[in-house]
């Protein structure tokens, strides 16, 4: 095999395949990176037997073939050439040389790529087509809720509930939920749990918002595809909790307050908190928003206006839980519905947008 291509678009490759590369395997062949040159193009793949990525790059190929190289040590020598051409040959023995200008790295050693597991065929039908921004907001809006106790499996990954007018996206880990909604034309029905890993790689992968992700996906498998990558995954098995059980029904308590003001509070108040210290934060609504929380390390008392609707209430909170909402809501101003001082808040966008958090409130140990 011999190729000679662009360095950017080979180092770029690399570092996005490589996303899907064991760091550390029993199996070596797995932290490595298979090359296959033929016709006009290299084809670079990184597969950890759970999530595959595919990109192709164009390429002069002088002599077809394919190989198998380790992802970290190629990406380390292509980024660090000083040309803007790289030229790598594999010989007959399975040794490589790359060469960029003067520098050459002479036999380094290949793996053979008829040891790379073949990426799975899934069969997966073509679901729906969803724009790289859409996807991108719905992903970063949710992501943060999905839990990383392996104890449910199912929890571990985003729950996408495909219908034909209407995608939902859900991620929650007991203490907080994460709802998003938006309009699709899909061409089936079906609800699929992806893995954090693979949602989360995908929108770093698909950078370009005029994109349009092409998504295939059946009952073990989905399948992300556009111009410039493809991502296939396995899906998480098992029954994700019915989380429309578990939304609260109207409010005795509603505020309105703007997210700077409040996360500003909380990160004030958050000061005295620290890991061996978690004491939960104390939040009055009324006619103003009251935080209060002491520790240890002092107590600390802030206050910030709101609108207020109906009964006034305390209630604690984990600090992080709280922020998390704030943050990733993407608003200006949210409206909290409550019930009570131990029932669920729901957080919702003041404009009545498409998406809904919950957050679990916290018992004051003299409670």
Known sequence: MKIICDRTLLANAVTGVSKAVTQRSSIPVLEGILLKADGFQLTLTGYDLEMGITTSIEANVLSPGETVLSARLLGDMVRHLSSDEVEITVSET??????????????????????FPELPKPGADQTLNLDTATLREMVETTLYAVSIDDKKPAHTGELFVIEPEQLTVVALDGFRLAIIKKPVKAAKEINIIIPAKTIGEVIKL???????????????????????YTVISRLIEGDFLDYKRVLPEGWRTRVTLDVRDFTNA?????LIITERLK?????TFDEKITVRCQTTLGKVVDELDAKL?????????????????????????????MNGPLSPVKVLPEDGGDFLFL?????????
């Open 206 to 228: 698909f950078t370009n918002d005029d994109e349009v992700i092409h998504i295939a996906a059946n009952r073990r498998f989905v399948v992300f595809s556009s111009q410039t």
């Open 94 to 115: 399975n040794n490589a040389t790359i060469k960029g200008g003067i520098t050459e790295y002479n036999n380094i050693v290949c793996m053979n790529p008829g040891d």
């Open 309 to 337: 609707e109906g009964e006034p209430v305390e209630i604690g909170f984990n600090n992080r839980y709280l922020l998390d909402a704030l943050r990733y809501s993407h608003s200006g101003r949210l409206v909290f519905e």
């Open 266 to 270: 909380i990160e004030r108040a958050s």
């Open 279 to 283: 004491n939960p934060l104390r939040v």
């Open 359 to 367: 957050v679990l409130p916290v018992r004051f140990k003299n409670d």
